[in-house]
């Protein structure tokens, strides 16, 4: 593969020599180290905090808590209101930082001579489908409709020749990047702050740590040039960021403050558990009559995020009569938030795994019954679609896959110990865009961009590198590109896959000043572009296939083969593209057959919180994942012609996944993940 | 505290130290290599991995003060001066690292399997050395996690570079 075109990352260098700094590593003089505090009940308040010990070991420097609630500006999002109250709203909720010399110092303090008591209350943090305080989000993340009908569908169900109903579950699940999050805060001595912190948009995070602390924006900068990760759970300051900055006021010195994994279970976000129940009607013929998808979720009672679980069901299938809800019970458990794919990762496990069923009751090939319900708009909104390329993907997925040499009977294939099967699923994810600004400058006999964007991974800094050179009519090594500092022009997050889309517009648009300015210096905001909208339906779609292997006599699973085939407009750099691709699909791979996050209803906290016992994909358990595309233009989208690609990869995999592991076994896993003890039950 | 010497990527360097210090942190907070990461701090992710005396091991599993006399090698010092490491090369010609951040410990781990003979959990037969086939290098680098999903590219990089290897030693 390494034969294929496409420019190397710029920072490759950098990243394999060590140099990469990312935000824990700046020497910064003088800095102290913080170790937070959590609390060990999931309900009730503190009674006491006694720091005098914690205070009197050698070494320690301050100790920050409730006790004295360092004073904050306008806080919106109460998971960042540190200190603040002696209340307790789940397991694991930050409520103290000891800041030592060094980090065992602190830590030492922090474990063996800071006491807290608390006064505990019973708590609830079991999600379940009949939970008596569960109710309809008027609105879903980040602003979509929670509920949505057209069409009867109870008459479409009534009517129909062939049914599914079914309930699906998807667990818990931490985002989990290999960097664990973490800032140092650095306040001048003109009362502004510096952070050096892991975010995947240094403008949004300045702009809320700004609030938060009661400074002008101009008072902090945000620097993050390097980010290990991120997957979602770096796209809003987390409450570390803020206790660095308290930490550093008061102890009078810079603070360092890296989250320890265990930590990051509780308060770095994760993926509601869902609980989703899939109606589908089809007539004779294997049209879809009606579509019924609900979703059972979980926020915190700190605050309401109500994840878009049933939005793609909104994208994906022609059917007369459509409905989409979603009901949410507040617990007392951490804040869920983002994860790559928020809403359409396990929306599309439920819905796909109910169209492979729905295939098996008609008898019709799960690739034919998906390309007989293809829709010609958006099957709920009925805008037309930029470009629709999903018939497409499935084709010539089903081409590479060897598709038409598929026995559809399921459990028939045996060799030796193995139980062999095959199975589809459709991925699909917006195509979004977001304001951004951007700085284009004539400079060293080459080019400056500048724009506040953040490269978590993605490829974004390579990839603004050759749309510049592009729009510069200039070749990529005369093109320096600085991003990763809020002191830039203010850029959107690097999330909802829209980085390329969003900073890129800007680019273009700078550079195309540049050249108009007589080559000097070009500047772009791009927020009435953006702002103007389209009138399309804008979304990628892809077709993944999956080969398992399943041991009839222990349960495992292997994956030997794995192949993904997306429409994702223009591709700007294919060997980026496909990393970004691979990437998501291999975190899909994870979540259909591992990844699971224990909820102990006793204590209320997460069980398996590090990475022996959660358990992500290793290197041995992924084999053949390969991703292709199609050549999709789309003049309605932006400059580039590009769709976002860094989720849809892992859209669709658990689905594809599950229905092969069905079709090995004849055994419907509608549970993920699908581990031994499920398949053998 | 306690005095250490050690070597590190060919440098004697003297610490005294609070005897807590892991290897790691030795590393990145004393001696400013932050070229090796923390991803667990309990050896469950392969981040930190670095060459001890040449062979790979979780600096975040090691105490500092019982590296007393050794050797160190780290990413840093993986690179011949500006010249990469073959491995590095192999990195980043196959796009084997996203945010890079379980780079540095996915190369030194490749470093020192590649110079670790016998059998592993999926070699078929147990009285040869096995050739480091796409199957050997995926069993033998699970130590080292990659959530970004780089395995495909780092496997396709690691073998790149140990068939040059097997190709110069049937050469010889
Ligand atoms: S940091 Fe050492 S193994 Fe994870
Ligand atoms: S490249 Fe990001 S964890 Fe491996």
């Known amino acids: 593969m390494s034969t294929i075109g496409g420019m190397r990352r710029v920072e490759g260098r950098e990243k394999v020599t060590g140099r990469a700094t990312y935000a824990f590593e700046y020497a910064v003089e003088g800095a102290a180290y913080g170790h937070p505090v959590q609390a060990p009940i999931a309900r009730g308040r503190i009674t006491t905090i006694d720091a005098e010990a914690a205070l009197a070991v050698p070494g320690v420097l301050a100790v920050v808590s409730s006790a004295d609630p360092p004073p904050l500006g306008s806080v919106e999002d109460p998971e960042l209101a540190v200190f603040q109250s002696p209340q307790v709203a789940y397991h694991g909720q930050v409520v103290a930082v000891v800041v030592a010399e060094t980090a065992e110092i602190a830590r030492e303090a922090a474990e063996t001579a800071l006491r807290i008591e608390y006064q505990a209350e019973p708590h609830d943090v079991v999600l379940r489908p009949d939970h008596p305080r569960l109710y309809a989000p008027e609105r879903v993340n980040p602003a979509f409709p929670g509920r949505t009908e057209k069409g009867d569908v109870e008459a479409g169900l009534a009517d129909a020749a062939y049914t599914v109903d079914q309930t699906y579950t998807t667990p818990a699940l931490h985002n989990n990047p290999m960097e664990p999050h973490a800032a140092i805060a650095a306040w001048e001595p003109d009362g502004s702050l510096t952070v050096y912190d892991s975010t995947q948009g240094a403008t949004a995070h300045r702009d809320t740590i700004a609030a938060v602390l009661g400074l002008r924006q101009d008072q902090v900068r945000v620097i993050s040039r390097h980010v290990g990760g991120g997957f979602g759970s770096k796209g809003t300051p987390r409450p570390h960021v803020i206790v660095a900055a308290v930490a550093a006021r008061a102890a009078g010195r810079p603070v360092k403050v890296a989250l320890t994994r265990q930590q990051m279970y509780d308060m770095t976000g994760y993926r509601t558990p869902t609980i989703q129940r899939v109606r589908l009607g089809a007539d004779e013929d294997g049209r879809l009559t009606a579509i019924d998808h609900d979703a059972v979720e979980q926020s915190s009672t700190l605050k309401e995020f109500a994840e878009q679980t049933t939005t793609p069901t909104r994208v994906m299938y022609a059917a007369p009569a459509l409905r989409t809800t979603h009901h949410l019970v507040r617990l007392d458990v951490p804040t869920p938030s983002w994860m790559r794919a928020p809403g359409e990762c396990p929306g599309m496990f439920a819905l796909e795994s109910a169209m492979d069923e729905l295939a098996e009751a008609a008898g019709i090939d799960p690739v034919e019954l998906r390309v007989l319900n293809e829709p010609a708009a958006e099957p709920e909104s009925g805008r037309p679609f930029s470009s629709r390329n999903l018939v497409a993907c499935l084709r010539e997925g089903a081409r590479r896959f060897g598709w038409d040499r598929r026995d559809p009977r399921p459990g028939v294939r045996r060799e030796g110990r193995w139980l062999v099967g095959t199975g589809v699923a459709c991925s699909t994810y917006p195509a979004y865009r977001r304001p951004s600004s951007a700085t284009a400058v004539a400079e060293d006999g080459g080019y400056v961009v500048r724009v506040a964007a953040a490269d978590i991974g993605t490829g974004a800094r390579t990839v603004l590198t050759q749309i510049a050179a592009e729009a510069l009519n200039t070749s990529p090594d005369r093109v320096r590109v600085e991003i990763g500092d809020s002191d830039l022009p203010r850029a959107s997050l690097a999330g909802g896959s829209m980085g390329t889309a969003s900073w890129g517009t800007a680019v273009v648009r700078a550079c195309e000043a540049l050249l108009k300015n007589g080559g000097q210096e070009g500047r772009a905001d791009t927020s009435e572009e953006v702002a103007a909208g389209s009138a399309f339906a804008r979304h990628a779609f892809g077709a993944q296939f999956a080969e398992v292997r399943v041991d009839a006599d222990t349960g495992e699973v292997r994956v030997p083969r794995l192949l993904g085939v997306f429409a994702a407009g223009r591709i700007v750099n294919p060997v980026l593209a496909r990393s970004q691709f691979i990437g998501g699909m291999t975190m899909g791979l994870g979540m259909a057959l591992m990844e699971e996050s224990f909820v102990d209803p006793r204590f209320g906290d997460f069980l398996n919180h590090d990475l022996a016992q959660y358990h992500v994909a290793a290197c041995a358990d992924v084999q053949d994942v390969e991703a292709v595309w199609i050549d999709e233009e789309d003049p309605y989208l932006n400059p580039m012609g590009s769709k976002g690609i860094g989720e849809i990869g892992i859209v669709g995999t658990a689905a594809a996944i599950a229905n092969a592991v069905y079709h090995a076994t004849g055994r419907r896993v509608r549970d993920l993940p699908i581990t031994p003890a499920r398949l053998l039950s | ?172």
């Open chain 2, 1 to 172: 505290m306690a005095e250490i010497t050690l070597r590190v990527n060919g440098v004697e360097r003297s610490l005294s130290l609070d005897t807590r210090v892991s290897l790691l942190d030795l590393l990145r907070e004393h001696l400013g290599l932050t070229g090796s990461k923390k991803g667990c701090d309990h050896g469950q992710c392969g981040a930190c991995t670095v060459l001890i005396d040449g062979r790979r091991a979780n600096a975040c599993l090691a105490l500092a003060v019982a590296c007393d006399g050794l050797e160190i090698t780290t990413v840093e010092g993986l690179a011949d001066g500006e010249e990469l490491h073959p491995l590095q090369a192999a990195f980043v010609e196959c796009d084997a690292f996203q945010c890079g951040y379980c780079t540095p410990g996915q190369l030194c781990s490749a470093a020192g399997m590649l110079r670790e003979p016998g059998p592993s959990a999926v070699t078929g037969d147990l009285t040869e050395d096995p050739a480091l086939t796409a199957e050997e290098i995926r069993e033998r680098m699970s130590g080292n996690l990659c959530r970004c999903g780089a395995y495909v590219n780092i496997v396709a990089a690691v073998h790149r570079v140990a068939a040059e290897r097997a190709r110069e030693v049937a050469g010889r």
